[in-house]
């Protein structure tokens, strides 16, 4: 079935460093791609929508300019983490929907941010 | 904006034991789904619900929508240590290509 491949599982770098997340379908095209952000033992959180070929839609309270996200092919979407600080560290999972009725979004296995 | 309650927060149980957990909504969804999440992965789709009043099946779970479009509730039948994880409800209000409403998950302890 369809997959979404996120890349890298586990990033641990030092404070002022831009970090980019990759999100790929794998054997679909997905116009649209959804970011969240999770905190240990609590819900996701969407971030932001993101929309190929045009901006991302972010959710109140997203900064756009720190969390920059490009979606420029149909398979993949992209979120940066600019100058990251301590308090960015956290769990990043980006999903698809495939417009499947039985598997309505996929998932990614999520990036753990960790700024030192 | 919508807002997902979920409940109960965490649950403790002995193996074999039933399960029960469920969400309500502020505002109407026509689309309910139910997910496992186990540590350091993304969420796992258990059961998804696209008709008020549906009662659908997955093994030794269940899960309806309720007739009102704003709750959902899942069941656990005969828990298993395996059955450990964070359990979320999600709602989704139109296109198949929608975004998501999570609630605040249910975390799931089972003792052997």
């Known amino acids: 079935g369809a997959v979404v491949s996120q890349h890298p599982s586990w990033v641990i770098c030092k404070s002022g460093t831009s970090v980019k997340i990759e999100c790929r379908s794998l054997d679909f095209q997905a116009t649209t791609m959804f970011w969240y952000r999770q905190f240990p033992k609590q819900s996701l959180m969407l971030m932001a929508t993101?929309?190929?070929?045009?901006?991302?839609?972010?959710e109140q309270g997203v900064e756009k300019d720190k969390f920059l996200i490009n979606h420029a092919s149909l398979t993949l979407s992209t979120l940066t983490v600019t100058s990251a600080h301590p308090e960015d560290s956290s769990f990043y999972i980006c999903s698809a929907p495939s417009g499947e009725r039985d598997q309505p979004q996929h998932f990614g296995d999520g990036t753990r941010l960790s700024i030192l | 904006g919508q807002q997902l309650n979920q409940s109960p927060q965490s649950m403790f149980i002995q193996e074999g034991e039933d399960v029960s957990m469920n969400c309500t909504s502020s505002?109407?969804?026509?689309?309910w789904l139910w997910y496992k999440q186990e540590p350091g992965e993304g969420p796992v789709l258990l059961i998804a619900?696209?008709?008020?009043?549906e009662l659908t099946s997955n093994g030794r779970l269940t899960a309806q929508f309720g007739i009102t479009r704003k709750d959902s509730f899942l069941n656990i039948s005969a828990s298993i240590p395996s059955d450990v994880g964070i359990y979320f409800c999600a709602g989704r209000l139109g296109t198949s290509y929608g975004k998501l409403t999570f609630g605040q998950g249910t975390i799931l302890t089972v003792h052997p």
């Open positions: 619900l696209y008709k008020a009043g």
């Open positions: 505002s109407i969804f026509n689309t």
């Open positions: 993101s929309n190929e070929g045009s901006k991302a839609t972010y």
